[in-house]
């Protein structure tokens, strides 16, 4: 018998995959348009991360085009490769500022596991290279 991991997708996986990488998406989306804008919330934030706000544009540009690599389903993985890699600068930029663990250090593993989460279960050649194993 074949597992559920070689499978195609059930309707069930496929749009609880949706909906996964459509919370992901709209955070990031939303997180990389705000980048080109100066409100005072960013210019704070930013401040308080230790970037320069004349950098926010170029890494709202490398968000979003990672991003757009992932909605789009032929490059969706390599989008989630991408935003994995940016998302780990996210955490690198908390921890060097010693930020909360739970609340702020790890919250953008968290996006990535949401990413990831929606990737495997709408998509079944991720699956296929990343099956769960039941040992």
Same mark, same amino acid.
């Given at each position: 018998?074949?597992?559920?991991?070689?499978?195609?997708?059930?309707?069930?996986?496929?749009?609880?995959?949706?909906?996964?990488?459509?919370?992901?998406?709209?955070?990031?989306?939303?997180?990389?348009?705000?980048?080109? @804008?100066?409100?005072?919330?960013?210019?704070?934030? /930013?401040?308080? #991360? !230790?970037?320069? +706000?004349?950098?926010?544009?170029? &890494? *709202?540009?490398?968000?979003?085009?990672?991003?757009?690599?992932?909605?789009?389903?032929? @490059?969706?993985?390599?989008?989630?490769?991408?935003? /994995?890699?940016? #998302? !780990?600068?996210? +955490?690198?930029?908390?921890?060097? &500022? *010693?930020?909360?663990?739970?609340?702020?250090?790890?919250?953008?593993?968290?996006?990535?596991?949401?990413?990831?989460?929606?990737?495997?279960?709408?998509?079944?050649?991720?699956?296929?290279?990343?099956?769960?194993?039941?040992?």
């Amino acid at each position: 018998m074949e597992s559920w991991e070689s499978r195609e997708s059930s309707k069930a996986m496929l749009w609880t995959g949706r909906v996964l990488t459509g919370l992901a998406t709209a955070f990031l989306l939303f997180d990389g348009i705000i980048k080109f @804008t100066h409100h005072p919330a960013v210019v704070d934030a /930013t401040a308080q #991360l !230790g970037w320069q +706000v004349d950098v926010m544009p170029t &890494i *709202g540009v490398v968000l979003l085009t990672c991003l757009a690599l992932h909605v789009f389903p032929p @490059t969706a993985a390599r989008g989630a490769i991408l935003l /994995t890699g940016y #998302l !780990g600068g996210a +955490v690198a930029t908390h921890v060097r &500022i *010693g930020n909360p663990l739970f609340s702020h250090t790890l919250f953008p593993t968290y996006v990535g596991a949401i990413i990831w989460g929606g990737l495997y279960l709408r998509d079944p050649r991720v699956r296929a290279l990343l099956p769960l194993r039941r040992d």
